[in-house]
């Protein structure tokens, strides 16, 4: 799953939150002008085609990859923090 940002009009953004494997991050909800919303999502490559079928403007902010990769350092971080506090 990628992290996106997803801009549109209100009609786009409900439409695109019946889109499967596409999660808005509803506290990030965000007004824009022109009667037009911003909102982060977590979304597969799948997902991300959909939202901009439905008219939706997407921008990828954190890859798949790159969320994998994240997620394993701040894993590792954490085990060395554990481990450094003797809580392994």
């Known amino acids: 799953m990628s ?4 801009e549109g009009s209100e ?3 409900r439409a695109v939150q019946d889109v499967p ?3 808005l991050v509803r506290s990030s909800l965000e007004p ?4 037009r919303y911003k909102v982060a999502a977590y979304a597969s490559d799948r997902a991300v085609e959909a939202a901009v079928a439905q008219g939706a403007r997407v921008t990828v902010l954190l890859s798949s990859e790159g969320a994998a990769e994240h997620h394993a350092r701040m894993s590792a971080a954490i085990g ?3 481990a450094e506090r003797g809580e392994v």
């Open 3 to 6: 992290l996106v940002q997803i």
């Open 11 to 13: 009609e786009v953004l």
């Open 21 to 23: 494997e596409l999660h």
């Open 32 to 35: 824009r002008a022109d009667h």
């Open 80 to 82: 060395r923090g554990r």
